[in-house]
Nanobody, 120 residues
Framework: QVLLQESGPGLVKPSQTLSLTCTVS??????????WTWIRQAPGKGLEWMAT???????YYNPSLKSRTSISRDTSKNHFSLQLSSVTPEDTAVYFC????????????WGQGTQITVSS
């Protein structure tokens, strides 16, 4: 059983940088063919893919967020992280981390999600 647990600040002020971490248990983030992804869902909207880091460290970004987003990992802690800079209230959302596999990055495990509110 793979478990993913997001952690984050809950509340962030506009213009600040949001930092999130996803701690993985029950599997290594360096195991071949797995991908590790951040997805968010704003109130009343659908899921939005943000960024992915592969088992080998290769990264991919949503073009619409790329200028503000950085995904990274710490293999010694078996976790991966997301930074989103210059946040605005439009970045208020539930942020999920997830594991995918194969060429299509099909998601098989999700974290429970963490609510992030951007407000002064």
């Amino acid at each position: 059983q793979v478990l993913l647990q997001e952690s984050g600040p809950g509340l962030v002020k506009p213009s600040q940088t949001l930092s999130l971490t996803c701690t993985v248990s029950g599997g290594s983030i360096t195991t071949a063919e797995y991908t590790w992804t951040w997805i968010r869902q704003a109130p009343g909207k659908g899921l939005e893919w943000m960024a992915t880091i592969r088992y080998d460290g290769v990264t991919y970004y949503n073009p619409s967020l790329k200028s503000r987003t950085s995904i990274s990992r710490d293999t010694s802690k078996n976790h991966f992280s997301l930074q989103l800079s210059s946040v605005t209230p439009e970045d208020t959302a539930v942020y999920f981390c997830a594991r995918g596999y194969g060429l299509g990055w099909r998601i098989d495990y999700w974290g429970q999600g963490t609510q992030i509110t951007v407000s002064s």
